[in-house]
């Protein structure tokens, strides 16, 4: 039931999502994020020491998390709370559907959660009878397509404005079928009203947590549409799921991260909502729900700490590596195939779902270096993806076309004079075939290169002869 | 063979040439415009016998290959006061990367370690550490300079190769809108992920067209055959070449991708 992978076929979604000329729009078209992260970080001057403050907060907290996480259900259960540890996907949806069983749960309410993505809960609860909305105006619409988020903080970012309408349409039968819905405020207008009657009927509300703070037991989210806190406060039972590595210390941590997180992910100085949760309803409280469950998740994130991928764990889920990466920008997040795209996607997956099945992912960067260059906590990306590539070659899972080639390549290029002797003799039998148009449009096996671009032709002998011949070979 | 340590820079420092293996097989016009570079500032240039800086094994996850590329780049330069590559990808490699590989051995890490601190990307040694503030070259034409990723962000090189594009006489400079933006090269994952890599090509292509620029240049060779290759497939009448071939007054002969000019 969890999210079945489709990143063994990676390069066939890149080949699907590059010949979608609908995606491609919508690409070229979507927020720009990048540009206006650029100007909140400029508009910022402690900006780069906040960058280092927020990873220094990450790493402390990942050294002493069994620490933090006890420190955390602790204060959870005193103020009227209640943790559930699930070691995975698995566990983690029983835990939740049970919670809403047992409570006589028909309507689930949901904010935005990749959690929830990773452990596939809508499909959960669906199965177990209950109606799982979700509330973000994003998630509602990818809902309505019957579609994954592509991206983690802006899920519909592939889909035009005409796509809303015509789901809207297909969905909302009891609206006139003649009204207008050709300017994005109408969409938003019906969609609020659609989920306000959700609001209203749900019995349970499941949230992520941007954070969960061990000084005080509360879970922080952040929203620009208010849809978690309509969420989290109407129904009776308000169920957040997180996995481990989003505790932090305390509030004054949380509020320096809250820093970063804004402004890499948007641009924004702050999100329009940022809700803080304390526990269920307290005598004389106006709202609130009458329970209150966090469910911690692991799913293969203990593994990683002490290890070359741990620095993944400092991740706040702002998204700015994919705004900025050009694989991604390329192909949105779909193409990844499973739930965390981007870079953060490509070292997380395999770290989640196994290097045979994710490694793809990590091969399929360019190694350009901008996303470890915004990265708010500076996970060194680059680095973790060639980690994935080390731990690939040793287990030989990298094709075998590619690994003889590089073996015959550094055969050569582990021996100067014999490489001299044999790169001469290419160089000049390639120059010699490509000097009439001083170009290739084709070459044997360089199709990957030839397909879609001319190749220059050597200019004539190699430097390093023509050096000699010149120098009478001194040095 | 001068090897003069003074109590600062040598007078006239011997400086090797890291040629890199795309310049040394493709276009060694690069390594002689280099080699003129340096020789114009007051460097002895000698050119150890070399392959390939080891990236192609490294970004691969054969480390071990990787290693002992470095060992036998190391152990060439040893006689060198500086060591200079006309690429920032190399460059970032030999200066960056090569220390990691080097993790478990503290002998070779130290090695790494003296042989990165005096190696250095070709426009910023001249400019950073010789001083170099401008060249005595012309080039009519307008020029947009595309920041290779390693250049940029492994090794700052922003400003500098602007800064002495400037001083050429007839070129004027602008500026691409997405000029820090992947050509989608990333060597191996070229020819690895061709379609995914032409799609990021293609956007660059679209940038240059949307440019005034009649020639594009960038510091690194692997780029330049991917954007040349691009807008030559696409039929641009834009020109590309090597930043060192224009500082050095030597960008007379073809372009990257272009016929020998007949006599």
């Known amino acids: ?475 | 063979m001068s090897n003069e340590q003074g109590a600062g820079r040598p007078v006239k420092p011997r400086v090797g040439l890291f040629v890199t293996c795309l310049v040394d097989l493709m276009r060694p016009t690069v390594g002689f415009a280099a080699v003129k570079l340096l020789e114009d500032a007051g460097c002895k240039v000698v050119v150890p016998a070399q392959t390939c800086c080891g990236q192609p094994a490294y970004n691969s996850g054969d480390r071990t290959t990787a290693a002992d590329i470095a060992r036998q780049t190391i152990a060439a330069f040893e006689g060198c006061d500086y060591v200079v590559a006309p690429s920032g990808s190399c460059g970032g490699m030999l200066i960056r990367h090569y220390p990691e590989l080097f993790a478990g051995e503290p002998d070779m890490a130290i090695r790494a370690e003296r042989f990165a601190a005096k190696t250095h990307e070709l426009v910023s040694f001249l400019t950073d550490v010789l001083g170099v503030t401008r060249v005595a070259a012309r080039f009519e034409g307008t020029v947009a300079y595309h920041d290779s990723c390693s250049g940029l962000r492994e090794l700052e090189v922003k400003a500098q190769p602007r800064r002495l594009l400037k001083s050429v006489e007839g070129l004027t400079l602008v500026e691409l809108d997405e000029a820090e933006t992947c050509c989608g090269f990333g060597g191996m994952f070229a020819a690895k992920y061709g379609e995914l890599s032409n799609a990021i090509v293609a956007r660059k292509a679209d940038d240059v067209r949307k440019s005034a620029a009649g020639t594009l240049i960038a510091g690194d060779l692997g780029c330049l055959l991917n954007m040349a290759g691009k807008l030559q497939r696409e039929g641009s009448p834009v020109r590309v070449r090597h930043v060192a071939e224009v500082l050095a007054g030597m960008a007379d002969g073809p372009a990257i991708g272009e016929p020998e000019i007949k006599p």
């Open chain 1, 1 to 475: 039931m969890t999210v079945v992978a489709t990143t063994p076929r990676f390069k066939g979604n890149v080949h699907d999502a590059l010949t979608d000329a609908r995606l491609q729009g919508a690409l070229v078209h979507a927020s720009n994020f990048a540009g206006r992260r650029a100007l909140a970080a400029a508009r910022l001057p402690e900006f780069e020491a906040l960058r280092d403050s927020a990873r220094a907060i990450k790493d402390h907290t990942l050294a002493h998390l069994d620490l933090y996480l006890e420190a955390y259900e602790r204060k959870v259960v005193e103020t009227g709370g209640h943790v559930h540890w699930a070691e995975d996907a698995e566990a983690a949806r029983r835990i939740i559907v049970d919670l809403c069983k047992r409570r006589g749960a028909k309507t689930v309410t949901k904010g935005k959660s990749m959690i929830s993505e990773e452990i596939g809960l809508n499909a959960a609860l669906e199965a177990a009878g209950m109606a799982a909305v979700e509330t973000d105006l994003g998630e509602y619409i990818i809902q309505l397509r019957g579609e994954t988020p592509s991206h983690i903080i802006a899920p519909a970012i592939h889909v035009t404005k005409e796509d809303v309408e015509r789901e809207f349409r297909k969905a909302h039968l009891d609206r006139p079928a003649d009204r207008d819905l050709s300017q994005p405020e109408q969409l938003l207008a019906e969609a609020r009203a659609e989920l306000r009657a959700k609001f209203m009927a749900a019995d349970v509300g499941v949230t992520g947590a941007n954070f969960l703070v061990a000084e005080t037991g509360t879970s922080i989210i952040v929203t620009n549409e208010g849809n978690g806190d309509l969420t989290q406060i109407l129904p009776r039972v308000h169920i957040v799921i997180a996995s481990i590595e989003k505790i932090v210390p305390t509030l004054e941590d949380a509020a320096q991260l809250l820093r970063v997180l804004a402004r890499s992910a948007t641009g924004q100085d702050a999100s329009v909502y940022t809700t803080l949760s304390t526990g269920p309803r307290r005598e004389g409280d106006k709202d609130g729900p009458s329970e209150y469950h966090v469910v911690i998740l692991d799913n293969g994130r203990s593994a990683m700490l002490g290890g070359e991928f741990e620095d993944m764990l400092r991740c706040i889920r702002c998204g700015a590596c994919m705004n900025h990466c050009p694989v991604y920008q390329a192909v949105g997040g779909h193409a990844y195939g499973w739930v965390y795209p981007g870079p953060m996607g490509a070292v997380l997956t395999p770290s989640l779902i196994g290097v045979a099945e994710g490694g793809q992912l990590p091969n399929a960067s360019t190694f350009c270096g901008r996303c470890e260059a915004v990265c708010p906590v500076r996970i060194p990306l680059p680095k973790m993806m060639r980690h994935w590539r080390e731990r690939e070659f040793e287990r030989a899972l990298s094709p075998a076309a590619q690994r003889y080639g590089l073996r015959f390549w550094a055969f050569f290029a582990k021996r100067p004079t014999l490489y001299r002797f044999a790169t001469g003799l290419f160089t000049r039998a390639l120059h010699w075939a490509g000097r009439k148009k001083g170009r290739f449009a084709s070459l044997p096996l360089a199709g990957g290169w030839t397909d879609y671009r001319d190749l220059a032709a050597p200019e004539r002998a190699t430097f390093q002869s023509q050096w000699r011949a010149k120098s009478g070979a001194v040095n």
